[in-house]
């Protein structure tokens, strides 16, 4: 079973992250799998003389099992500098790919949404939760940076938010997410988030693809979500941070490696 | 109105009435829920430049009879989508003026501002709606993109919330407008919206003139500028007269020649 699993149909995709064993924690194999996978979207819309269809317009993006993602694996990655760079650059390259889908993406949050799998969330244009779901960015607590996901959630939230939310750490419900701006709609429970998404894809899905390509790429355009050095510092900077000795011991000891 | 505002322009489209301090816009079409012409936004674009205007000391802008304004007026468009272009262009140099205005400047949002209606707003300092309103750009469904707005809307709330707006094509109620930053101030009823826009544009009167046109300055210099304003029009405009665009819009008038079917506007 591979772990990201892509379905089309028509103008409506569906993206699963599907390692729920591990609550769908980006390990650096689970990365690679979404990068593929977000790599064919990318193909399915790109102009071609052989395509007929423009691909879809709208990508759904959800997780396996009870976890929407429970954010970065990094026992997978400690002690090697080499590997959690690695799995940081994965991460900054897939946000800034899923943002340049030249398709409306939502993310239909079904359950926890940590760290780098609240990031994912994020960079979506459009969120959907459930009140006491789990959301947020814990990495200060454990001594590490969220850098690669601050650019993201400054644009979501605005910046005045997005330090309190980033500096803070800890985890939110997704009745607060949803005060603070971080998702677009928030039902009553679980069982309420299925029926809203599908509506929300509906009427997506009806709309026009060239209006939305259109205020889709205007966006990007206006709010800097094309500007790849940023990221690409940011995950130097969070690399680096993880990597100090400090970060290291405290890590080796919340995780138990 | 007071007795003692003074009004000019009865039968105009959009009617200016002086009312001590301040000058109140008034789009003025309401048999058609306001829905915007290019006359009626030309018109409001000259009355944002008028001497008698820039004397007020604040603006109320707002919308006679049931709504604040229910969009462009769709059946327009649909006769001729030449009609789209100059719409969309003479709005963006609305919500410019609006933003260069020196004078402070209230929206009384009552009801519904929809569409074009809603990018209005974007050009206001201050937005007063009510918490059953409906406001928002239900325009991808009609192929027509609402990126003409997207740079008012980036001086008003996050980038978030202009995604959201503008990719999500449902409408949202006054109470959520409030909190997403799209507007400022919510009232219980719509009936208390324009009577609340006008205390607060009084206030704002109060002000000392320079500081209010100083610091609106500022403002509209550390927003959007020209530029984004210009990629943004010729976004909307690059898809105006498509074949997705026209048949999208045919369709709101099932029967052909339909005159009695169909919406006047975007709501």
Redesign the interface.
């Known amino acids: 079973m591979s772990l990201a699993t892509l379905s089309i149909d028509g103008p409506l995709a569906r993206l699963t992250i599907n390692r729920p064993e591990q609550r769908n924690a980006l390990s650096l194999e689970l990365l690679t799998a979404l990068h593929v996978r977000v790599d064919e979207l990318t193909a399915m819309t790109t102009p071609s003389p052989e395509r007929t269809s423009a691909g879809p317009h709208v990508l759904a993006l959800t997780g396996a099992g009870k976890a929407f993602c429970a954010g970065m694996d990094l026992k997978a990655v400690l002690g090697s500098a080499e590997r959690s760079r690695r799995l940081l650059v994965l991460l900054a390259e897939l946000t800034y790919k899923l943002r340049r889908l030249p398709m409306?993406v939502v993310a239909v949050v079904n359950g926890p949404a940590i760290g780098g799998g609240c990031g994912l969330v994020?960079v979506c244009?459009?969120q959907l939760t459930f009140t006491d779901n789990k959301m947020g960015f814990p990495e200060v607590d454990m001594g590490v940076c969220p850098a690669v996901v601050a650019p993201w959630l400054v644009?979501?939230?605005?910046p005045g938010?997005a330090r309190q939310v980033l500096l803070s750490g800890g985890l939110m419900s997704g009745a607060e997410a949803h005060?603070l701006?971080m998702v677009?709609e928030c039902v009553p429970t679980i069982t309420d988030l299925a029926p809203a998404a599908e509506a929300?894809l509906a009427?997506?899905v009806?709309?026009?693809?060239?209006?939305?390509r259109?205020?889709?790429?205007?966006?990007n355009?206006?709010?800097?979500s094309e500007d790849w050095n940023t990221l690409e510092d940011a995950a130097k900077l969070s690399a680096d941070v993880l990597n100090t000795p400090e970060t290291q011991a405290m890590l080796t000891k919340k995780l138990g490696a | 109105m007071s007795d003692h505002s003074q009004s000019m322009g009865e039968g105009e489209l959009v009617r200016l009435v002086r009312q001590g301090p301040l000058a109140l816009l008034a789009l003025n079409r309401p048999d058609k829920r306001n829905a915007l012409t290019p006359e009626m936004l030309e018109r409001l674009l000259t009355l944002l430049e008028a001497p008698e205007v820039l004397e007020a000391r604040a603006i109320v802008l707002c919308g006679e009879g049931g709504v604040f304004c229910s969009g462009f007026d769709m059946r327009l468009v649909h006769a001729d989508s030449r009609a789209l272009s100059k719409l969309l262009t003479v709005l963006t140099g609305v919500v410019r003026a609006m933003r260069a205005c020196p004078r402070p400047i209230v929206a009384a949002a009552h009801g519904a501002a929809v569409a074009g209606g809603c990018a209005v707003l974007a050009g206001a300092d201050v937005v007063v709606t009510d918490r059953a309103a409906k406001l928002g750009y239900p325009v991808t469904r009609l192929g027509i993109s609402p990126a003409v707005t997207v740079p008012g809307l980036l001086g008003m709330m996050s980038a978030g919330g202009a995604r959201e707006r503008t990719l999500d094509s449902g409408l949202i109620s006054g109470e959520e407008a409030a909190r997403t930053g799209l507007a400022h101030v919510c009232c219980d009823q719509p009936e208390d919206v324009i009577p609340k826009a006008t205390r607060l544009a009084q206030h704002l009167a109060e002000k000392p003139g320079s500081a209010v046109a100083a610091m609106k300055g500022l403002l509209a210099r550390l927003g959007s500028g020209q530029e984004d304003f210009e990629l943004a029009l010729r976004a909307s405009l690059g898809l105006v007269g498509s074949g997705d665009q026209l048949a999208r819009v045919a369709a709101l008038w099932p029967m052909p020649g339909g005159e009695r079917s169909g919406p006047q506007a975007i709501s």
């Open positions: 409306v994020t244009d459009l644009r979501r939230i605005g938010r005060r701006g677009t929300l009427q997506l009806a709309g026009s693809a060239d209006a939305l259109a205020t889709k790429g205007l966006l355009t206006l709010d800097g």
